[in-house]
């Protein structure tokens, strides 16, 4: 057994406290949403709270959770992710295999690379982009919120130079065995880049699930506005509510304010992101790391 050096003792803890104080920078402002979600109005309005709730109630959460309409945001918003990363992950797939062949296997390779490179770049803007949604009779459902952006070009890229860093010799066999590139692909290539597919899945299940803006473009009916965009609206209205609502209510409502129904929103929407992260970090971390290398 090697006896630590003291420059090594020194580089431990010293690697030790920077990684202690980044994650600490990560989780501290989580802590204070939290707390001032669980506050009262008074303590929340006039700046008390910081790591620990002060008139501790749960006031903002029971406002929430209490509507049928957030419980069917949370379906919309479930349902989104759940297609939109099928849909998003199938299309990278089968547009990076491809692309990530040599010239002379795939003859046109560049020019198709170009033709997705230059719309990483250049858009047609919101309004040509809401017509396109609208004539094709995507309005108002649910796949306006996934097929606009079906194919992330980003993500494809990564993919991409993820499947370069794969042996040829994989593809050979399988190809002098009788293999098909559908064979090749899902047999072979598939099972391989389970770390970039996390990778990239994490990204667009993260996508989804925090898009609110387009709900508002393309949804017509309240009904159908995933999480995100109904907190939003939700908090926009909340001041005209306050008007019509009866004494028992207002009452009832005592420790709630704008501000504390603001971070009870955000803190329940990166909520499920949290909870998923850390079993796709490890993935996460390979995932990023070989498929940013290029050949």
């Given at each position: 057994?090697?006896?630590?050096?003291?420059?090594?003792?020194?580089?431990?803890?010293?690697?030790?406290?920077?990684?202690?104080?980044?994650?600490?920078?990560?989780?501290?402002?989580?802590?204070?949403?939290?707390?001032?979600?669980?506050?009262?109005?008074?303590?929340?309005?006039?700046?008390?709270?910081?790591?620990?709730?002060?008139?501790?109630?749960?006031?903002?959460?029971?406002?929430?959770?209490?509507?049928?309409?957030?419980?069917?945001?949370?379906?919309?918003?479930?349902?989104?992710?759940?297609?939109?990363?099928?849909?998003?992950?199938?299309?990278?797939?089968?547009?990076?295999?491809?692309?990530?062949?040599?010239?002379?296997?795939?003859?046109?390779?560049?020019?198709?690379?170009?033709?997705?490179?230059?719309?990483?770049?250049?858009?047609?803007?919101?309004?040509?982009?809401?017509?396109?949604?609208?004539?094709?009779?995507?309005?108002?459902?649910?796949?306006?919120?996934?097929?606009?952006?079906?194919?992330?070009?980003?993500?494809?890229?990564?993919?991409?130079?993820?499947?370069?860093?794969?042996?040829?010799?994989?593809?050979?066999?399988?190809?002098?065995?009788?293999?098909?590139?559908?064979?090749?692909?899902?047999?072979?290539?598939?099972?391989?880049?389970?770390?970039?597919?996390?990778?990239?899945?994490?990204?667009?299940?993260?996508?989804?699930?925090?898009?609110?803006?387009?709900?508002?473009?393309?949804?017509?009916?309240?009904?159908?506005?995933?999480?995100?965009?109904?907190?939003?609206?939700?908090?926009?209205?909340?001041n005209s509510q306050m008007t019509s609502i009866s004494i028992e209510q207002i009452k009832a409502m005592e420790n709630l304010s704008e501000k504390t129904l603001q971070t009870a929103q955000i803190f329940m929407g990166?909520?499920?992101?949290?909870?998923?992260?850390?079993?796709?970090?490890?993935?996460?971390?390979?995932?990023?790391?070989?498929?940013?290398?290029?050949?």
């Open positions: 057994m090697i006896r630590p050096t003291l420059s090594r003792k020194v580089f431990v803890v010293f690697n030790t406290l920077v990684l202690t104080l980044i994650t600490l920078l990560g989780i501290i402002p989580f802590i204070h949403l939290l707390s001032i979600s669980l506050s009262s109005n008074t303590a929340a309005t006039a700046g008390e709270v910081s790591l620990w709730p002060v008139g501790f109630n749960f006031d903002a959460y029971k406002y929430l959770g209490e509507k049928v309409e957030f419980f069917r945001s949370l379906g919309v918003s479930v349902e989104r992710v759940v297609l939109g990363t099928a849909v998003n992950m199938f299309l990278v797939f089968i547009t990076a295999f491809p692309l990530a062949k040599s010239r002379e296997q795939f003859k046109f390779r560049t020019l198709y690379v170009w033709f997705f490179a230059v719309t990483m770049f250049f858009g047609g803007g919101l309004i040509p982009t809401y017509i396109i949604v609208k004539n094709t009779g995507l309005i108002d459902s649910i796949w306006a919120l996934i097929l606009p952006g079906a194919l992330n070009v980003w993500n494809m890229v990564l993919m991409l130079n993820f499947f370069r860093t794969i042996p040829k010799e994989l593809d050979e066999a399988a190809t002098i065995d009788g293999a098909g590139h559908w064979t090749v692909l899902w047999r072979i290539y598939l099972p391989i880049s389970l770390p970039s597919i996390a990778t990239i899945g994490l990204f667009t299940i993260v996508g989804h699930w925090n898009a609110w803006f387009d709900g508002i473009l393309y949804l017509n009916s309240p009904d159908k506005y995933p999480l995100q965009t109904y907190l939003s609206t939700l908090i926009m209205s909340i990166a909520l499920p992101i949290m909870v998923v992260y850390p079993f796709l970090q490890k993935y996460f971390v390979k995932g990023m790391t070989v498929g940013s290398v290029k050949e």
